[in-house]
């Protein structure tokens, strides 16, 4: 089985080149390319939507160099969260849902393994690094503002705003 790391903010757009600014917004898409999971930042006024083949994107403001670090989290805790909504088809809970799985394949905790189509949603397939459970998370094709709005409330819940 691959490994998949997840970059963090290059600062720089991928389109245009120029460099990010603290406090910009931006927009940072997941692909696979290569068989390796990538992360691409753009400009606000470079962003065209994600393009075709995205297995995740997200709006985010670029953090300063020298920020303070957030409180950590144990993956755990997440882990649990994650498990806990598995099932869920409340819309709120499967948006949460998706946002802890892209938190904790940044932790390695969760490894994308493939997508799939089901019922016209994009399904994730993860496995757990620990037990090699698979869990399949719907991809709920949210906008960007839903999105940057789910995005808050994991954070809020996290305790990192």
Known sequence: MVDYQIQPCSRQ?????????????????LMVEEGKLVRKDYSREAWQGPPAGAVGHWLSKV??????????????????????LEGQTEPARVNFRYVLA??????????????????GHEVLRL??????????????SLSDEAIQAVQDEVFKVLGWQ
Do not use: W
């Open 13 to 29: 757009c991928c389109v245009s080149g120029r460099p990010l600014q603290p406090g910009e917004t931006c927009y940072s898409v």
């Open 63 to 84: 953090q300063a160099a020298d920020r303070p670090k957030r409180l950590a989290i144990e993956p755990e805790m997440l882990f649990d969260c994650f498990v806990r």
């Open 102 to 119: 892209l938190l904790l394949m940044r932790r390695k905790r969760l490894k994308f393994e493939e997508t799939r189509t089901a019922d």
């Open 127 to 140: 496995r757990c690094s620990q037990t090699r459970t698979i869990h399949e998370v719907v991809n709920p």
